[in-house]
């Protein structure tokens, strides 16, 4: 069974030095270490704001991760805030908590400070002491921590000792004076190991056991004896029966020694039972006497037995007699208890709202006899008669398992399975089986009506023979089908390994020529066209004109340099001899970029001698 809080999983927390060291050695590791007072100043005051910062968030993160783990005591089941409150005080570990938030919030703003302080630094020294201030500043807040921390630790260490209980499952509890026996018990009915001994106060905390009763899981609580007293003098031991009873939803059980071996009279223990009374409420409650076997509850006096009675009278309460020491009522008293709680469990949910949604889903099927005819259940008369199996029963009936164990138990024994047969004389059950029989083969006799089987087959053959079954129906091929056919053939072959090669060509990793080494020059281009039986002059002639026209293009990007000016005549010139060609060969278009690209230029020379 698993406790909703995993009180056990907190992070173990540092001491205030400790704490300090885990700090400061991160920054020391994490962060860059080498500095020197040439750099630029701008690269000394990040080394160091990076160091502070880090050490700031190193400590915001180590805090939060203390303030996270810790359970807050308002989001908890009552029963455990109680039972904190009690073994811990909620003051104390309020403030303790508290003051891990403050520090928190100091070391944050000292971070930031220092950060802003640090952005002013004009040298390596004056910034690394900003930085040593800050680191000082930011351990002097984290050391004044140290008896929080320390109280933590302790906490964190208590909290996991902790029983897992569960405050919502069904839950026994066992609760009574001190050395009335209640642990005892608990050992009898659970698998939980409880220290047991002959004074009072053994048990000192609350102890949880598990056990089963009607296919169900069971925790039951082993509580601290209580003495009657009022409630602002109990200690903390008994302080947490208090919380247990007052918090959990459980079966009361409790305990009460008539034999007065405890220490206590049974006066005391009927008082306790009326102070603790306002706990019980809304529980089913069983009043349990328990060493009987030194004490009978019928040889009690008889004031102390009408103590008794007026308790079982008014209050409800089941009393029942056990003794740990003779088992006597013990299981009577565990089911009793249990069957009390499923009762009363059952009955708060009847109140309940959600009953009522189940109750539609739940559809119970009665049967309705279909005549008078009584039909009573029947136990054949052999299987009536049959003796009980017992295994110490030397005359008993062997089972397969018995002889097993009896011939060498498993992988040596075989299980006899002729001894099953079932045969005219049983006697045969043990003969060997011969292959061959006065010279006839025995298996031949087994299917007594094989030769007219066989007969019936070759019956059949002859008449599907006659009828030309088997005749071939395949022609012959001519000669033209042949060549059709081959052809197919070699087209399909064809195909295929074009197929291939394409594959082959196209394989994803082959080296990639960059564009330029794949040289094709105009010439190529003329001698592909004639090839193929076109006329390559005109591609010849345009794609001279683009040329030209990129090397204006060119120029232009030349022009943009800071050596314009120096270029621009050169520039001139070629322009013009470009534009001459231009004319030449007619081209309009070329001459309309080029125009347009003279005149930017122009443009742009004038705004740079501006
Ligand atoms: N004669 C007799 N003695 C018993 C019986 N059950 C328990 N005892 C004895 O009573 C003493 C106290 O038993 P515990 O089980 O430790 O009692 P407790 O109520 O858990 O005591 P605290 O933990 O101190 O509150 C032990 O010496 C037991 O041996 C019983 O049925 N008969
Ligand atoms: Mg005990």
């Known amino acids: 069974m698993t406790s909703i809080y995993n009180f056990k999983k907190i992070t173990p927390v540092p001491t205030g030095t400790d704490f300090l060291d885990i700090i400061l050695s991160k920054t020391q590791r994490k962060t860059p270490t080498v500095i020197h007072a040439n750099f630029a100043i701008s690269r000394i005051r990040n080394f160091y704001m990076r160091k502070v910062k880090f050490t700031q968030e190193n400590f915001d993160e180590r805090l939060k991760g203390i303030l996270d ?50 952005k002013f630094g004009d040298s390596l020294y004056r910034c ?141 223990q009927i008082a306790l039972f009326h102070s603790i009374k306002p706990l019980f409420a809304n529980k ?5 006497v328990n060493k009987i076997d030194a004490m009978k509850i019928e040889d009690i006096s008889t004031e102390d037995r009408a103590l ?20 006597e009522g013990v299981m009577n008293v565990k089911q009793s208890a249990c069957d009390r709680l499923l009762q009363s469990r059952v009955d708060a949910k009847m109140k309940g709202h959600k009953i009522n949604d189940i109750l539609n889903k739940i559809h119970l099927t009665q049967p309705v006899p279909r005549d008078d005819n009584p039909r009573l259940p029947h136990i054949p008369t052999a299987a009536e008669q049959k003796p009980k199996y017992d295994p110490k029963d030397p005359h008993r009936v062997m089972l397969e398992r018995d002889l097993e164990a009896a011939e060498g138990g498993a992988g040596v024994f075989n299980v006899d399975l002729k001894k099953k047969y079932m045969l005219e004389n049983p006697e045969w059950k043990y003969d060997v089986i ?22 019936e087959l070759e019956r059949e053959e002859e008449r599907l023979e006659a009828e030309g079954f088997y005749q071939s ?40 020529l960059p564009k330029t080494a794949i040289k094709r020059n105009v010439s190529d281009m003329s001698d592909h066209l004639e090839k193929m039986g076109l006329d390559s002059t005109e591609a010849r002639a345009r794609s001279r004109g683009v040329k030209r026209a990129r090397s ?59």
């Open 69 to 118: 783990e810790f359970p807050k005591l308002d989001d908890i089941h009552p029963f455990y805030a109680d039972l904190m409150n009690v073994l811990y005080d909620k003051d104390h570990y309020k403030l303790a908590l508290g003051q891990m938030n403050t520090a928190r919030h100091l070391i944050d703003q000292v971070g930031k400070d220092y950060v802003r302080l640090l």
């Open 128 to 268: 690394k002491q900003l930085k040593k201030a800050a680191l000082g500043r930011m351990a002097t807040i984290m050391r004044r921590q140290k008896d929080s921390l320390a109280y933590l630790e302790q906490v964190r260490q208590h909290l996991a000792r902790l029983p897992s209980i569960d405050p919502n499952t069904r839950t026994l509890l066992v609760c009574g004076y001190p050395n009335v026996g209640k642990s005892s018990f608990m050992n009898k009915i659970t698998r939980a190991d409880v220290d047991v001994q002959p004074y009072a106060f053994t048990t000192k905390s609350l102890f949880v056991g598990h056990m089963d009763y009607k296919y169900l899981r069971w925790q039951v609580i082993d509580t601290p004896g209580i003495l009657d007293h009022p409630l602002e003098n109990r200690n903390t031991i008994e302080m947490q029966s208090i919380t247990a009873l007052a918090h959990l939803r459980c079966a009361v059980l409790y305990f009460v020694d008539l034999s007065e071996r405890c220490g206590y009279s049974i006066k005391e």
């Open 284 to 288: 089913p409650v069983l009043l349990v």
């Open 308 to 327: 008794l009675d007026s308790i079982v009278e008014n209050d409800k309460v089941e009393l029942l007699g056990m003794s740990c020491y003779t088992d």
């Open 434 to 455: 011969p292959e061959i029989w006065e010279g006839k083969n025995v298996a031949d006799f087994i299917d007594s009506d094989i030769q007219e089987q066989l007969d």
């Open 473 to 512: 129906e395949e022609e012959e091929m001519n000669s033209e089908d042949e060549a059709l056919e081959a052809t197919a053939d070699a087209i399909t072959e064809h195909t295929r390994l074009t197929r291939i090669t394409a594959r082959l060509k196209t394989t994803k990793n082959r080296p990639m």
């Open 552 to 610: 204006v293009s060119r120029g232009e990007s030349i022009a943009r340099t800071a050596s314009m000016a120096r270029q621009s005549c050169a520039d001139q010139d070629a322009q013009a001899l470009v534009l001459e060609q231009a004319w030449q060969r007619q081209d309009r278009l070329a001459v309309k970029e080029l125009h347009a690209v003279v005149e930017n230029e122009g443009r742009r020379k004038k705004r740079f001698w501006k």
